[in-house]
């Protein structure tokens, strides 16, 4: 048993993994389908250099591509329960979350990090949608609390860069909850007059569409995400009507008057620097006692 186990199972694991390794040097568009080689595609920030689709990216990869440098620094989030309803449908969520921690590599799909952004300090909350979807559940709402809390503390704008399913289902009402608590940590936010920005990525739907992800001062998302509360296929077999072409796409939303702008990903951190000097500016000038500025 132990030359089995010490022996022949590990052969097998690294041809395995070698195997693997080869595959996932290249990756396939979801929208035109091309094959694109991983430096490429890792170079151009997961745009495809063919029909410019924007692939998702998790969060190590936006605080590399959003922050001065890639330089930040992540902060501490608090521990919650694990699993507390001990949900279980085809299998345990307790095993789900370590299927998806194993995956990730994170013990969560909400991180965050500080750091500046062309020069402005920001606190940054990204979500993973290959964590759980993104979805919110009790971790993602003490995680937006404590980046609400660290941007007041350090006097920096808070951006959330939003991608997720909704409510996590298997926290039950423990995941709504986290609706109201998400929306009185902006308003700490903005009780600082500090500024308070959303990127909204594919996917943003469900409570979080419902909650932190529409109360922006400032609402950009990237080409061609999907937004909304329900998805399409819900709404139409709900009103049984076709909907308009690209309905709940953000250029849709954006000619409707939901956001406010879309930024290509090459752009993003360049108008968020923008829009953060601007903001910032203000906010310094309405600090400043009347006396001093007459």
Same mark, same amino acid.
């Given at each position: 048993?132990?030359?089995?186990?010490?022996?022949?199972?590990?052969?097998?694991?690294?041809l395995v993994r070698k195997r693997e390794s080869r595959e996932?040097?290249?990756?396939?568009?979801?929208?035109?389908?091309?094959?694109?080689?991983?430096?490429?595609?890792?170079?151009?920030?997961?745009?495809?250099?063919?029909?410019?689709?924007?692939?998702?990216?998790?969060?190590?990869?936006?605080?590399?591509?959003?922050?001065?440098?890639?330089?930040?620094?992540?902060?501490?989030?608090?521990?919650?329960?694990?699993?507390?309803?001990?949900?279980?449908?085809?299998k345990r969520y307790a095993d789900r979350l370590k299927e998806n921690r194993s995956k990730?590599?994170?013990?969560?799909?909400?991180?965050?990090?500080?750091?500046?952004?062309?020069?402005?300090?920001?606190?940054?909350?990204?979500?993973?949608?290959?964590?759980?979807?993104?979805?919110?559940?009790?971790?993602?709402?003490?995680?937006?609390?404590?980046?609400?809390?660290?941007?007041?503390?350090?006097?920096?704008?808070?951006?959330?860069?939003?991608?997720?399913?909704?409510?996590?289902?298997?926290?039950?009402?423990?995941?709504?909850?986290?609706?109201?608590?998400?929306?009185?940590?902006?308003?700490?936010?903005?009780?600082?007059?500090?500024?308070?920005?959303?990127?909204?990525?594919?996917?943003?739907?469900?409570?979080?569409?419902?909650?932190?992800?529409?109360?922006?001062?400032?609402?950009? %998302? &990237?080409?061609?995400?999907?937004? !909304?509360?329900?998805?399409?296929? *819900?709404?139409?077999?709900?009103? +049984? $009507?076709? #909907?308009?072409?690209?309905?709940?796409? %953000? &250029?849709?939303?954006?000619?409707? !008057?939901?956001?406010?702008?879309? *930024?290509?990903?090459?752009?993003? +951190? $360049?108008? #968020?620097?923008?829009?953060?000097?601007?903001?910032?500016?203000?906010?310094?000038?309405?600090?400043?006692?009347?006396?001093?500025?007459?």
């Amino acid at each position: 048993m132990n030359w089995l186990t010490n022996f022949v199972r590990p052969k097998i694991g690294s041809l395995v993994r070698k195997r693997e390794s080869r595959e996932n040097l290249w990756t396939k568009c979801p929208s035109c389908g091309q094959i694109i080689f991983h430096r490429d595609l890792a170079k151009n920030q997961s745009v495809c250099p063919n029909c410019d689709h924007h692939l998702r990216i998790g969060p190590n990869d936006r605080f590399a591509n959003l922050f001065d440098d890639g330089a930040h620094e992540r902060i501490a989030l608090p521990e919650v329960p694990t699993d507390p309803l001990r949900f279980r449908d085809t299998k345990r969520y307790a095993d789900r979350l370590k299927e998806n921690r194993s995956k990730t590599g994170d013990d969560e799909a909400v991180i965050v990090a500080h750091g500046n952004i062309v020069g402005q300090p920001a606190v940054i909350a990204a979500q993973n949608f290959a964590f759980m979807a993104g979805s919110m559940g009790l971790a993602a709402g003490e995680a937006l609390i404590t980046a609400a809390r660290e941007a007041v503390d350090r006097n920096a704008a808070l951006i959330v860069i939003a991608a997720a399913g909704g409510a996590r289902m298997q926290e039950g009402i423990l995941s709504l909850m986290q609706m109201p608590r998400t929306v009185v940590a902006v308003d700490m936010v903005r009780e600082a007059r500090l500024p308070y920005v959303v990127v909204l990525t594919d996917p943003t739907t469900g409570g979080v569409t419902a909650s932190y992800a529409m109360l922006g001062d400032i609402a950009i %998302a &990237e080409p061609g995400a999907l937004i !909304g509360f329900a998805g399409p296929r *819900v709404i139409e077999d709900t009103i +049984r $009507e076709q #909907l308009p072409e690209g309905f709940q796409r %953000a &250029e849709y939303l954006l000619a409707h !008057g939901m956001i406010d702008m879309v *930024v290509h990903r090459h752009k993003l +951190r $360049e108008t #968020l620097g923008r829009i953060l000097s601007l903001l910032m500016k203000r906010t310094t000038t309405d600090n400043i006692p009347r006396a001093a500025t007459s």
